[in-house]
């Protein structure tokens, strides 16, 4: 099936690496939809991590039931956000 395909270049993996590579996939997925017209649902997502401080890479597949944890991390955050800034209106 498609599968999103992303690179890191970073020490490790780490949580904020999968929260964005989940948010890419939905925003691949809505993309995809739209230019398509019907529903799309990617697989998952591949990402290759290269070494900064070494000659290696490493790779990682992460199945789309897993991203959609991601997902959810990513809107509460984005959520959390928005209200900051309306919560910053009642303190200024």
């Given at each position: ?85 309306k919560i910053e209106g009642y303190v200024r």
């Amino acid at each position: 099936g498609l599968a999103l395909a992303d690179w890191k270049s970073s020490r490790g993996t780490y949580a904020d690496h999968f929260i964005q590579v989940s948010a890419y996939t939905v925003f691949v997925e809505r993309k995809l939809e739209a230019y398509i017209g019907s529903s799309c649902k990617l697989t998952g997502a591949h990402v290759l991590r290269v070494s900064k401080d070494h000659q290696t890479w490493h790779h990682t597949f992460w199945s789309r039931e897993l991203l959609d944890e991601g997902w959810k991390v990513f809107s509460w955050c984005r959520a959390l956000h928005q209200l900051r800034w309306k919560i910053e209106g009642y303190v200024r």
